[in-house]
């Protein structure tokens, strides 16, 4: 047998993670992702639907709205399962693509509450920092690419991008975070 | 500039591409019989209106969603938009 090693999509076999003052940026390498997206004559699957722009938690699994009629399902600590299969089950009738190894993932956590989130909001991404509040969601440009950015709690936000260019992703997230330091 | 956006609110115009007259969406029937003269006007006749001006725009950096903007050439002016799909729906009625 082949001894093959999984590999992370920053190219380590371990996920990355950095400190900078409050704010921790960790790549997340066991979320898995699944696209639904309605059919014309379809029903509408058994999955938490939420509206534009926003996210919400279930019991196994999170949703985000991505366009119209098209949602992202996350499976938190799934990354090695088949995921999109699970989900199909639940989206009888839709249109369900495997996601996963498309993206990377990559968590911001702050131990000071929402104001340093806030901070990295407002130099990172082209949205209104005081209106993405805690279970919003939404694809926005960042650093000439384009990225999902979902605000789970006060303290938390996620940056979802292509994995292709999980480095340059990485590579902006930390230097912000890092002059953020500077500058607090 | 922002575009108001009618799921999102408003999105920098730095987020969308831009394609052109919104009567594009409008293409001809290639089956009928004088669909060659009618894809001629389809393909190169465009109104160039100093004033107000409907235009398709692609959200390619957020929803991927098309909209019909309607937009003031003369003073850049956004006066509205609506989703492409919900345009056509009531330009087909």
């Not at chain 1, 090693?5 to 699944?34: D, I, M, S, Y």
């Not at chain 2, 831009?18 to 006749?45: I, K, N």
């Amino acid at each position: 047998m082949p001894d093959l090693q999984p590999t992370c999509a920053l190219g380590a076999p371990k996920p990355k993670t950095a400190r900078f003052g409050v704010l921790t940026v960790t790549e997340n390498a066991n979320l898995a992702l699944a696209s639904v997206a309605l059919r014309r004559d379809a029903g509408a699957p058994d999955l938490p639907l939420p509206g534009p722009g926003e996210w919400i938690e279930a019991e196994d699994i999170a949703v985000f709205w991505i366009g119209p009629d098209q949602w992202m399902v996350e499976g938190h600590g799934r990354a090695a399962d088949d995921f999109a299969h699970a989900i199909a089950h639940r989206a009888l009738g839709c249109s369900v693509t495997e996601q996963t190894d498309g993206f990377a993932a990559f968590e911001i956590t702050s131990d000071a509450g929402a104001e340093p989130i806030r901070a990295l909001l407002e130099k990172l991404v082209n949205v209104e920092a005081h209106c993405f509040t805690a279970g919003q969601a939404t694809r926005t440009g960042f650093h000439h690419m384009s990225v999902f950015v979902i605000r789970r709690a006060d303290d938390r936000l996620a940056v979802l991008g292509m994995r292709s260019a999980a480095g340059t992703i990485w590579h902006a997230l930390t230097e912000t975070a890092g002059r953020l330091e500077v500058t607090a | 500039m922002l575009i108001p956006h009618p799921l999102l609110g408003p999105r920098d115009s730095s987020e969308f591409s831009y394609l052109g007259d919104a009567s594009l969406m409008d293409r001809p029937d290639g089956m009928a019989p004088d669909a060659a003269e009618r894809f001629h006007d389809y393909v190169h006749l465009r109104d160039n209106p100093a004033g107000i001006h409907r235009e398709l725009w692609f959200h390619e950096q957020g929803d991927r969603s098309w909209l019909v903007v309607t937009r003031n050439t003369v003073t850049h002016e956004i006066l509205g938009a609506e989703l492409a799909r919900d345009a056509r729906k009531g330009g087909a009625a």
